[in-house]
């Protein structure tokens, strides 16, 4: 059997796929191309860049049997064609939440301290400007004491949290489907501290906005604008944003005008409406920190995600 890891696949995995008897082909295969060349395999593994729509489905089934996403979102994926022409779709729920959420605090620290502004500056600008970029620099805040917001209380979220605890952050949640969760924070095991568990009772997505100090979403895509301007207006005054979760969740025209106007101090984003941008507005602004879509793109996340769709496959076909 042959399977496509169309977007790359982690060493270890493909080793272990071979070694049960499995073709993996890593060679890219363009997004024009693929509806043509899809039922040369029988699995077809992708990241975010691969976009397994109807066409693809359509023209890989029967041969094509299992769609498997290296990573949490299925926005990607057409699950109704994916259904209707029997191939079972798989994704990794798991292996990526402390990459991502490691993520939004790298975006958190760097808005909190303008780190956004001074990486730009100092290679230009750092000889000559030294004193206007320090003095720019020391407007910065703290996360000690603030309140974290998440939209979104799944497994990233409650990993989000965690961390959120251990900086002295207090956290309030939104989330439809879950009333309460438990938040395991646990040590390094050489610490031999105990695990302490703090209990989350969410609240409504209107609560979360108006209390929080810093916004994080933590969502599936495919839903529309879940923060577009009505949400940013009940928003803290000098609040901050990060968006780690899956671009078209937030409305980057009104994210840009609230940032614009003061009302929304800064944010962080990992992924966008369109990926690659089309709009380059957001890119410049200096209240805004940045990321191409590595929300997973750690070596110890790519490992785990390796892993477990390899394990899913071979359980798939019982091997």
């Given amino acids: 059997m042959k399977i496509l890891a169309n977007d790359g696949i982690d060493q270890s995995a493909k080793e272990l796929l071979e070694s049960k008897g499995f073709t993996v082909e890593t060679n890219k295969i363009s997004q024009e191309e693929l509806a043509s060349r899809i039922s040369e395999f029988d699995v077809l593994l992708v990241r975010s860049a691969t976009k397994v729509n109807a066409a693809v489905i359509e023209a890989g089934a029967p041969n094509l049997k299992l769609v498997g996403r290296a990573g949490v979102g299925l926005d990607n994926v057409d699950l109704v064609s994916a259904k209707a022409n029997d191939v079972a779709v798989v994704n990794t729920p798991a292996a990526s939440s402390t990459s991502v959420a490691e993520l939004v605090f790298a975006h958190l620290f760097s808005i909190c301290r303008l780190l956004q502004v001074t990486n730009r500056e100092m290679p230009e600008n750092g000889m000559t400007q030294f004193n206007e970029l320090k003095k720019l620099a020391s407007k910065g805040t703290e996360l000690k004491g603030k309140t974290l917001g998440l939209i979104g209380f799944g497994r990233i979220g409650r990993e989000t949290a965690r ?12 989330d439809p489907m879950i009333a309460s969760h438990d938040v ?4 390094h095991p050489e610490s031999n501290l105990p695990t302490v568990k703090i209990n989350i009772q969410t ?10 100090d810093f916004v994080s979403l933590h969502i599936p895509g495919g839903q529309g604008y879940v923060i577009a301007a009505a949400e940013l207006a009940l928003m803290k005054k000098g609040a901050g944003l990060v968006n780690c979760a899956r671009g078209g969740t937030v409305s980057e025209e009104d994210l840009i005008a609230a940032l614009n106007s003061g009302h929304i101090a800064y944010a962080g984003t990992d992924v966008f409406e369109k990926e690659p941008p089309v709009n380059d507005a957001i890119l410049k602004m200096k209240n805004v920190s940045l990321s191409p879509h590595i929300g997973a793109s750690t070596e110890e996340a790519q490992k785990r995600i390796g892993d477990e769709i390899a394990q899913q496959i071979l359980t798939f076909f019982n091997l």
């Fill in 184 to 187: 395991e924070i646990t040590f």
């Fill in 203 to 212: 609240i409504s997505k209107e609560e979360v906005l108006k209390q929080a």
């Fill in 163 to 174: 961390i959120a605890f251990g900086l002295g952050m207090n956290v309030v949640a939104y």
